[in-house]
């Protein structure tokens, strides 16, 4: 399976429809929720329960009045809806939510006209769409907040940028630079564009970018990312992406695409919905039968067929799956996870192995000293200066790694005469007037020379890998590694970190066939750098990007995970895992408390003397929707604990 690698559009947020979308519901909840006020005052069930009265002439047909408007304009997202869904054959919530406030609204008005006896709904009918109301709001709202804040971070910006010219520097507008500019950064500016620090030192706040609270040290050869704070020291930024390739236009391009994916859980609040339309028009109808051929008249039977339809759409079941949405985007937000694909977000939650590629994922992808054998009495450090004297003068990897650590260590190196290279074998010179030669184990076994002083160097692992696999094993997955490393490597890998298993000498275009094996035993996540792992992140049930705080153009990943800390993968599984178990308590409530409410609406108990009054459904639509609501916010403390 090949993935796909688009451009990312230039982009600056979400579509002006949404938006425009988002302003409609939150201009509708605010004048519904205005107009209910009277609404309750007006109503003689919310008098009785309050203990007050207020009646007037006319009282009744301002009541009908203020329910007229409230039910037209907060209704019409809803009565367009049930349109839609009727076309398409797949009543949902909206043909829900319009049947209900169309029974109490209809039902209402022939009670305030005199066509019928009992008492008018127009009070549950105001809160009914209020709530629905706000329910879309707060979705939307949800959807969109991680793409406003970063619009905000757009708004906040350098228009300008210092351009290096002909020894000074001209101040010119950010969209005219070009890869290869040079700019100053001053301290506390803004990095106007991503580039590579080409003269400087200094740290950079790039929290509001990847969710990194701590500022991140800056020398020359680093990248800086565009909009990171800079800190004490001015540095010199040589430009490397601009406009649509910048971090920022990709991740605001990764938003929008995850707020077009749906969410599984959505669709099941859907289904429900559905199941609920079937059973308040059922259920009423055979209400309203059997109290119309008992004999209590036709008001009567009304009533209770309008009681049933109406309490059947719990005001809760619209909030179930919104209040949690939103917790969740704002905590995967604030933690540096990038969801392109909610469907995928939630699978995460039957994930019983997670796949790490090696170089880059679980190691620094770098070389470095892991023992130094010194023989016949000479120092540690002497081997070390030594060593890496010579090796400054290689371009290799393992001597870049050697020289490394001899700055970490701060040893100085010697001076070198004669360096010179011997092909497939090593590198030798005179460092300090001593002859030293730097050979692998194999060239000294191939001559029968026994070992001398010794450096054994490896790919350095992450400290942060093994609270990651330890953080899996307690969630009850199992942890492998794919890598391209020879069999010994990868064991020594695997043994540091305490994998379950590992997968050596295994080539990019092999890692996807390797990943559908294990899938035939597990449901498997791949985490890589998401480069030459494409292929493996689109194969896997799903695919997560770690370390792309410079690179967000992962079209082949379903989650990226913007910081280079493997443990992040642990944690986005957490967060799916506890995500769905809150959708799910408050589905189960949203649509549990019917199993109670709907016979009592019905009057099954009315012999016992026990009804459901409409201020009593309405007293039990309240404590539904506020349980609901105070369980979704319980996701915050569950994952910050």
Not at 71 to 92: D, Q, T
Not at 241 to 265: C, F, H, N, P
């Amino acid at each position: 399976m090949e993935a796909s690698r688009k451009k990312p559009p230039e982009t600056r947020g979400p579509a002006p429809h949404t938006h425009h979308a988002l302003g409609d519901f939150r201009r509708r909840f605010i004048v519904s929720t205005i107009l209910t006020i009277p609404i309750l005052l007006l109503s003689e069930p919310v008098q009785r329960l309050l203990g007050f009265t207020i009646r007037f002439p006319g009282s009744d047909y301002l009541l009908l009045g203020l329910a007229t408007a409230v039910y037209l304009y907060g209704g019409w997202p809803f009565l367009s809806g049930i349109v839609r869904e009727l076309r398409a054959r797949m009543p949902g919530m909206m043909t829900l939510i319009a049947v209900a406030i169309t029974v109490a609204y209809v039902y209402s008005s022939a009670v305030v006209l005199g066509l019928v006896g009992g008492e008018g709904f127009f009070w549950e009918l105001a809160t009914l769409i209020d709530i629905m109301l706000l329910g879309h709001w707060v979705e939307m709202r949800s959807v969109l907040g991680a793409s406003r804040a970063l619009e905000e971070l757009v708004r906040v910006m350098p228009s300008e940028a210092h351009l290096l010219r002909d020894g000074g520097t001209e101040d010119v507008p950010v969209d005219r630079l070009k890869p290869g500019d040079r700019v100053l950064v001053r301290p506390g500016e803004k990095v106007p564009v991503d580039g590579t620090v080409a003269e400087g030192a200094t740290s950079v706040n790039e929290a509001m970018l990847t969710g990194e609270s701590s500022p991140v040290e800056k020398r020359p050869g680093d990248g800086v990312i565009g909009g990171a704070i800079n800190g004490e020291g001015s540095i010199v930024v040589e430009v490397e992406k601009t406009g649509a390739e910048t971090y920022l236009a990709q991740v605001i391009d990764l938003v929008q695409k995850a707020q077009e994916s749906r969410s599984r859980t959505q669709d099941l609040a859907d289904r429900a919905a559905f199941l609920l339309v079937v059973i308040a028009l059922s259920v009423g109808a055979v209400t309203f039968a059997a109290w119309f051929a008992l004999g209590e008249g036709t008001g009567f039977a009304v009533e209770r067929a309008a009681t049933v339809m109406v309490i059947t759409c719990p005001h809760a079941l619209g909030l179930a799956v919104p209040l949690v949405v939103a917790v969740s985007t704002a905590l995967a937000a604030q933690s540096g996870f990038l969801i392109r694909d909610r469907s995928a977000f939630e699978r995460a939650k039957d994930l019983t192995a997670v796949v790490f590629d090696k170089t880059g994922t679980l190691t620094e992808g770098r070389f470095g000293v892991t023992d130094v054998l010194a023989f016949a009495g000479a120092a540690e450090e002497d081997v070390v200066r030594a060593t890496a004297s010579v090796e400054a003068h290689s371009e290799h990897p393992l001597a870049r790694g050697v020289v490394r650590s001899a700055e970490e260590r701060g040893i100085s190196l010697l001076p070198v005469e004669g360096f010179r290279a011997i092909p497939g074998v090593g590198v030798e010179g005179k460092a300090g007037g001593r002859a030293v030669r730097v050979v692998g184990p194999g060239y000294l076994a191939d001559r029968g020379i026994a070992a001398g002083d010794a450096i054994a160097l490896a790919d350095i692992i992450r400290p942060e890998s093994g609270d990651a696999i330890r953080r899996l094993k307690a969630m009850g997955i199992r942890c492998m590694m794919l890598t391209g490393d020879n069999r010994d490597v990868a064991a020594w890998v695997a043994g540091e970190l305490g994998l379950d298993e590992f997968f050596a000498g295994v080539l990019p275009h092999e890692k996807a066939e390797k990943i559908r094996e294990v899938q035939q035993r597990y449901r498997v996540a791949m985490v890589g750098d998401g480069i030459n792992d494409a292929p493996a992140l689109v194969e896997a049930d799903v695919g997560i990007a770690i370390g792309a705080g410079t690179d967000v153009a992962v079209e082949s990943a379903d989650i990226v995970l913007v910081r280079n800390d493997p443990r992040d993968a642990a944690a986005v599984i957490d967060l799916a895992k506890k995500t769905y178990r809150k959708m799910f308590e408050n589905l189960l409530w949203a649509t549990g408390y019917n199993a109670v409410a709907i016979p009592l609406a019905a009057g099954v108990l009315i012999g016992a003397g026990i009804v459901l009054t409409p201020a009593a459904g309405a007293v039990l639509m309240s404590a539904s929707t506020v349980i609901v609501a105070i369980n979704a916010r319980l996701l915050r403390v569950s994952v910050l604990r």
